[in-house]
């Protein structure tokens, strides 16, 4: 059982942990995982112009804010250009897999206590969570979810020693799929340093209502992304906000009476940005048109 000073420390820093009577107009940003061919500067101008408050950091190998590709002073120019944007940094994107071999899972610590670093480098005063998604296959759960909760309660010690909440998302084709699977998993880890990141677009696709997902998950969830899906959970395509069947108006409100006032964050899938002639920008201004009247009502359009 964790303690009143181990709970009480977690929540300056848990993303989206902190409930107000009257929750705030919610962070909305754009994950920079959908723009890898652009330069830092070029995407961190263009989301600011089209209205976006914040931004998600892509970290794997190959993205321009992959960890050991930035130097301190790399660091340091990027914080500062992030300060002259007024961009906030709302989270950084991960992609792990667990249960893994033990050569893995050491490998996967090491790149959370870097992930850690740059929250702390980038945004000293309150660093964003990390977030990720676990891989497997949905059949796997039932004889990987013990050893899933044991590898993920040593991910929320890199957490807790970092004061930096991890935060996994459960995916439609993964082990971790389902909302019992995700409320069993932080029940058994047991930290407030391990949180969701709450994509509903994966639940919709298992025929989860809206409501359902928000009201069992929002209260240990500490991120939120955006997307919309088409499909069932055996052949499905995610697209960009607006092209599915989400109702975003009923969304808001629902994440209004859950007093969440996190990050709501725009991510395009790979199966958008990995087809012919995408343009990131154009799928950044797509997504801001379809969601800004809900999350980011007073920004410049």
Same mark, same amino acid.
């Given at each position: 059982?964790?303690?009143?000073?181990?709970?009480?420390?977690?929540?300056?820093?848990?993303?989206? #942990?902190?409930?107000?009577?009257?929750?705030?107009?919610?962070?909305?940003?754009?994950?920079?995982?959908?723009?890898?061919?652009?330069?830092?500067?070029?995407?961190?101008?263009?989301?600011?112009?089209?209205?976006?408050?914040?931004?998600?950091?892509? /970290?794997m190998p190959g993205y321009a804010a992959?960890?050991?590709?930035?130097?301190?002073?790399?660091?340091?120019?990027?914080?500062?250009?992030?300060?002259?944007?007024?961009?906030?940094?709302?989270?950084?994107?991960?992609?792990?897999?667990?249960?893994? #071999?033990?050569? %893995?899972?050491?490998?996967?610590?090491?790149?959370?206590?870097?992930? #850690?670093? /740059?929250?702390?480098?980038?945004?000293?005063?309150?660093?964003?969570?990390?977030?990720?998604?676990?891989?497997?296959?949905?059949?796997?759960?039932?004889?990987?979810?013990?050893?899933?909760?044991?590898? /993920?309660?040593?991910?929320?010690?890199?957490?807790?020693?970092?004061?930096?909440?991890?935060? %996994?998302?459960?995916?439609?084709?993964?082990?971790?799929?389902?909302?019992?699977?995700?409320?069993?998993?932080?029940?058994?880890?047991?930290?407030?340093?391990?949180?969701?990141?709450?994509?509903?677009?994966?639940?919709?696709?298992?025929?989860?209502?809206?409501?359902?997902?928000?009201?069992?998950?929002?209260?240990?969830?500490?991120?939120?992304?955006?997307?919309?899906?088409?499909? #069932?959970?055996?052949?499905?395509?995610?697209?960009?906000?607006?092209?599915g069947a989400t109702d975003y108006a009923?969304?808001?409100?629902l994440l209004a009476e859950a007093k969440?006032?996190?990050?709501? %964050?725009?991510?395009?899938?790979?199966?958008?940005?990995?087809?012919?002639?995408?343009?990131?920008?154009?799928?950044?201004?797509?997504?801001?048109?379809?969601?800004?009247?809900?999350?980011?009502?007073?920004?410049?359009?």
């Amino acid at each position: 059982m964790l303690s009143r000073r181990e709970l009480l420390a977690a929540l300056p820093f848990a993303c989206a #942990t902190s409930r107000a009577a009257d929750p705030p107009e919610p962070p909305f940003g754009f994950s920079l995982y959908g723009m890898k061919a652009l330069a830092l500067p070029d995407a961190l101008k263009a989301c600011a112009e089209i209205g976006y408050s914040g931004i998600e950091f892509a /970290l794997m190998p190959g993205y321009a804010a992959e960890p050991k590709a930035l130097t301190a002073d790399a660091r340091k120019e990027l914080r500062k250009r992030l300060g002259g944007s007024g961009l906030a940094v709302l989270g950084l994107m991960e992609n792990l897999s667990e249960p893994a #071999t033990d050569a %893995v899972h050491k490998t996967n610590l090491e790149r959370l206590k870097a992930a #850690t670093e /740059l929250a702390h480098a980038l945004a000293p005063g309150a660093p964003p969570c990390v977030e990720s998604v676990l891989g497997g296959k949905p059949a796997e759960w039932d004889n990987v979810k013990e050893k899933l909760a044991e590898r /993920l309660g040593a991910w929320a010690e890199v957490g807790r020693a970092a004061k930096v909440v991890i935060a %996994v998302k459960p995916h439609v084709a993964n082990a971790l799929h389902t909302v019992a699977g995700a409320k069993w998993l932080l029940k058994e880890v047991n930290s407030p340093w391990l949180r969701l990141a709450f994509d509903y677009s994966h639940f919709e696709l298992r025929g989860v209502k809206l409501a359902d997902a928000v009201s069992e998950l929002m209260p240990v969830s500490a991120f939120v992304h955006v997307k919309d899906a088409k499909g #069932t959970a055996d052949k499905f395509e995610f697209v960009l906000p607006g092209a599915g069947a989400t109702d975003y108006a009923a969304y808001r409100k629902l994440l209004a009476e859950a007093k969440y006032a996190g990050p709501v %964050v725009v991510e395009v899938s790979g199966h958008v940005s990995g087809k012919p002639n995408y343009d990131a920008v154009a799928a950044a201004k797509a997504s801001f048109a379809a969601l800004a009247p809900q999350f980011a009502p007073r920004a410049k359009r």
